[in-house]
């Protein structure tokens, strides 16, 4: 029996990753999926859900629930964190409060990605020696933001087998197969640069580069009358650059200010986040459908499957031996982008097997990106210092690092208001 442990099984999420299991049922049949939350609010309907999908699809799966770390990390092969610490309302403050300070709030990039970071890291940090005492030898994947941060607080304070991963590259790879009509499993798609800063240096199927005939769908279609103005963003870096950007929707902020600065303002101060506890409530509505019967639906807001078949593809590939290539991966460099530091926490591909992942040669990240990816990396280690320390000198030092930051009594300003909105998350700074 194969031991998962969801660290967040309440989530909504969770669905998604029941999905993902039952499509890997073949290899996955037999395993015990244990759901632990610090709340047991959602974990009875959840466990009803498991079992009912599992029914369905004929596959032996045990699901088990939670509230004690220990009791779910003791014997267990893979660890998922998947949580969100302080919840909607912590991610709401990271975008409201810095962006009414006129600097741009995002809950992985700029202030608001520092502060989630001081949240986030203690908490992984500590399940993470809580598998070196109980399960050595298991794998962490996890996909908690901001993943490189992550990866990083976990790999300076722990031995733990942990892999960072980010959902961004999954769906921008979906979307490549589908815009150039090529089925993914014949696609190679290859990106690097730091979480949230990466860009497409290989796109390939069957040995041919597919680069040129991917600007040509993307700005060859687009009418001769209409202005680079007129296009979306990702199509002006496109331009610009000759690079695709794979997460285009967080770091737009770097290039385009005032846009990005109107749109964030209005929508963030909205306390329901624009009404995503609305479709939170709807999720957990629609799980109790799917109980009786309903269909399970990729389409709702909740159901999406990148990030599970991700994070469970991974476990899968490491289960079979699969050899097989991934991307949107987190790891200490060590020269697998050869103009970036080696302590530095990059994105880019490995090879997952039965011995975890090993990372590729990229190569060199293109010249134009090197100077704000450095500026990132710099970020990301004093936010991890921050994290680890609990010094506020440091903390102040990390915010000041950050692309968005271009004012220090702002700055300041930020840190302090940030600071009481997650006093109750972040016992190093207490």
Not at 151 to 164: D, Q, W, Y
Not at 291 to 296: L, N, S
Request: charged share 20%; hydrophobic share 40%; with cysteine.
């Amino acid at each position: 029996m194969t031991k998962l442990v969801l660290l967040g099984g309440g989530s909504p999420f969770t669905p998604s990753i029941f999905q993902a299991i039952l499509e890997n049922k073949d290899v996955l049949s037999g395993s015990e999926i244990c759901l632990m939350d610090l709340s047991d609010a959602r974990l009875p309907q959840l466990k009803r859900l498991g079992e009912a999908l599992a029914a369905r699809e004929d596959m032996d799966l045990t699901v088990t629930t939670t509230t004690d770390a220990r009791a779910a990390l003791d014997g267990a092969d893979f660890v998922f964190p998947g949580y969100r610490v302080g919840g909607i309302e912590a991610e709401r403050q990271d975008f409201v409060i810095p962006t009414r300070h006129g600097i741009c709030g995002d809950e992985t990039m700029g202030p608001g990605g520092t502060f989630m970071a001081q949240c986030t890291i203690p908490a992984t940090v500590a399940y993470a020696k809580l598998m070196e005492e109980l399960c050595p030898e298991a794998w962490a994947i996890s996909y908690v933001n901001p993943t490189n941060m992550v990866a990083e607080g976990v790999m300076r304070s722990t031995n733990a087998r942990f892999i960072a991963v980010c959902d961004c590259f999954p769906g921008f790879r979906e979307h490549m197969s589908l815009l150039l009509d090529v089925p993914d499993e014949e696609l190679t798609v290859r990106a690097m640069g730091v979480n949230h800063l990466t860009f497409l240096t290989e796109i390939s199927a069957g040995g041919q580069d597919l680069y040129p005939l991917l600007k040509e769908r993307v700005l060859g279609s687009r009418p001769k009358d209409e202005s680079p103005e007129d296009w979306s963003f990702s199509m002006r870096i496109l331009d610009a650059y000759g690079y695709m950007l794979v997460c285009a929707g967080h770091p737009n902020m770097l290039w385009e200010h005032d846009a990005t600065m109107n749109e964030r303002r209005d929508r963030w101060e909205d306390p329901d986040l624009g009404g995503r506890g609305e479709r939170l409530s709807d999720l957990y509505a629609f799980v109790d459908e799917m109980i009786e019967g309903a269909p399970y639906d990729p389409d709702r807001q909740w159901l999406r499957m990148h990030h599970p078949r991700h994070a469970i593809g991974i476990a899968v590939s490491i289960l079979a031996n699969e050899g097989r290539e991934w991307g949107g991966m987190n790891y200490v460099n060590n020269g697998s982008i050869s103009n970036l530091p080696d302590d530095a926490i990059i994105e880019g591909t490995c090879i997952v097997g039965a011995n975890g992942p090993t990372p590729l040669a990229m190569g060199e990240l293109p010249r134009p990106f090197v100077g704000l990816v450095m500026h990132n990396i710099t970020w990301q280690h004093l936010t991890v210092d921050a994290a680890l320390s609990g010094d506020k000198k440091i903390l102040y030092q990390a915010i000041l690092a950050s692309p968005y930051v271009h004012d220090m009594q702002a700055a300041k300003q930020i840190m302090e208001e940030l600071l009481v909105a997650h006093a109750d998350v972040m016992p190093q700074f207490a």
